[in-house]
């Protein structure tokens, strides 16, 4: 498969944003939907070392799991018809970014901080760089994140929707993408 000609319809769709906006979940419903292939990035940087990620973290170190993140992100985004889930901090990686960029369609979820924090006590102890910070620290966070999310092809603003009105409106604009380079 020649990755340099993916058309629009082959490209994968690839979401971003912030850690619990709901990648995982809605990335999910949309390979059902379009009958695709789901790719979790966390999901498969945690069965190769057979451990959740904040063991990972714990034990090998962050390090290795940004390295094993570009190596997963890079290999799936040049493949056709997946539906791929980034992890919340894969997209800081300027590798990472211009490869999906360029081969697949990215999908920006984003949240309000004050929606987002109300969200906060179900994340926590599955998301280890949430783990011994304030609230400010992770107000921080958020916010110096945003502007390197903000480099997209598409983005949705979550707040007021479920995870399955999110997923459908995903897929009327990536259906209204495909009729436009037809
Ligand atoms: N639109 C939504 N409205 C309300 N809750 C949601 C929505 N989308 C996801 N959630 C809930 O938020 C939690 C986090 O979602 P999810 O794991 O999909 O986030 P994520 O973006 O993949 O996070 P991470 O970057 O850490 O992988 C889940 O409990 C999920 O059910
Ligand atoms: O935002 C982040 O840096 C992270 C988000 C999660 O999806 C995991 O990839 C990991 O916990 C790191
Ligand atoms: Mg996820």
């Excluded at 999901?43 to 170190?61: N, S």
């Excluded at 966070?141 to 995870?163: G, I, Q, V």
């Amino acid at each position: 498969m020649n990755i340099e000609n993916l058309s629009m319809r082959e490209k994968s769709l690839v979401f971003i944003g912030f850690m619990g906006v709901g990648k995982t979940t809605v990335a999910q419903l949309v390979a059902k939907k379009l009958y695709r292939d789901f790719v979790d990035i966390d999901l498969e940087i945690e069965r190769e070392f057979g451990m959740p990620t904040t063991d990972i973290f714990k034990k090998i170190g962050e390090r290795k799991f940004r390295e094993k993140e570009k190596e997963y992100v890079l290999r799936y985004c040049k493949q056709p018809l997946k539906v791929i889930s980034l992890g919340g901090g894969a997209f800081m990686q300027e590798d990472i970014r211009n490869a999906c960029l360029k081969h697949s369609i990215v999908f920006y979820l984003d949240i309000s901080w004050d929606s987002w924090k109300e969200r906060l006590h179900m994340l926590v102890d599955s998301r280890p760089v949430l783990q011994d910070r304030s609230l400010e620290d992770i107000e921080e966070l958020f916010n110096a994140r945003k502007s390197t999310y903000e480099e997209h092809n598409s983005k949705l603003m979550t707040d007021h929707f479920n995870e399955e009105e999110v997923a459908n409106y995903i897929i009327d604009s990536v259906k209204l993408a495909w009729d436009l380079h037809e």
